[in-house]
């Protein structure tokens, strides 16, 4: 069974710093993996998808990429803002089926 | 485009009491995904539909949950009776295939709590 781990459970930093957040995944047969957002009480904005052929992906100050043989991915926030401010979420699919396995996230707050 | 609605937002019941809840997908997006959130975990599949056949229900606890989506649009997710580990925020998302590449959509969930 696919594990998926994010790691820290929570951030806190000051606004303007660049930061990484880290998501880790026991199998590597994955057919993609996506980052999502997660504001409070809200459903899930996804962010990027890479492909299990792509090593990262980029959008604005968002960078993602991905090393499918040591099961590991790492989201790339560069200059952060207080808008920043949510839960990210990694998740995986297999190439055995369409089912998303999701992460527990990590809590990010940008202090102004 | 409208996104995926949910209602109820809340939900507050007593153990072993039914529940159910709606959403509606974006228009036009054949596959429905409902997911169970527990609080501080990521989201789980219940069951996934292509139009309104089911394609993934492997981790949907079938005693006690029932899902349908009888037309291919709409789709209602009921407990029936309900746990207190049933306690969680349930998403409903839409996509226009079930191809990987699809983006999912999802609505801002229902919140159930059970006493």
């Known amino acids: 069974k696919q594990e998926v781990t994010q790691i820290p459970a929570a951030l806190s930093v000051p606004e303007g710093e660049n930061l990484v957040l880290n998501c880790s995944f026991t199998d590597s047969a994955i057919y993609n993996l996506q980052w999502f957002r997660q504001d409070p009480g809200k459903g899930l904005t996804s962010l990027l998808l890479?492909?299990?052929?792509?090593r990262e992906q980029t959008s604005g100050r968002l960078n993602a990429s991905l090393d499918k043989s040591s099961g590991r991915s790492t989201l790339y926030i560069a200059a952060s803002q207080p808008g920043d401010s949510a839960t990210y979420l990694c998740a995986v699919s297999l190439n055995t089926g369409n089912q998303f396995y999701f992460g527990t996230g990590t809590s990010l707050t940008v202090i102004p | 485009e409208a996104g995926v609605a949910q209602s109820p937002r809340y939900k507050i019941i007593e153990k072993r009491q039914s529940v159910a809840f709606w959403c509606n997908p974006i228009?036009?997006?054949?596959?429905l995904y409902w997911y169970q959130q527990i609080l501080g975990q990521g989201p789980k599949l219940l069951i996934q539909?292509?139009?309104?056949?089911?394609?993934?229900d492997s981790q949907l606890p079938k005693d006690r949950f029932s899902a349908e989506r009888l037309k291919g649009v709409d789709s209602t997710l009921k407990i029936q009776p309900a746990k207190l580990e049933d306690s969680a925020v349930y998403l409903c998302?839409?996509?226009?295939?079930?191809?990987?590449?699809?983006?999912?959509?999802f609505g801002d969930g229902t919140r159930l709590s059970i006493l």
């Open positions: 890479i492909q299990s052929s792509q």
């Open positions: 228009s036009g997006h054949a596959t």
């Open positions: 998302a839409s996509s226009t295939g079930t191809g990987m590449y699809q983006p999912q959509h």
């Open positions: 539909f292509q139009n309104n056949g089911v394609v993934d």
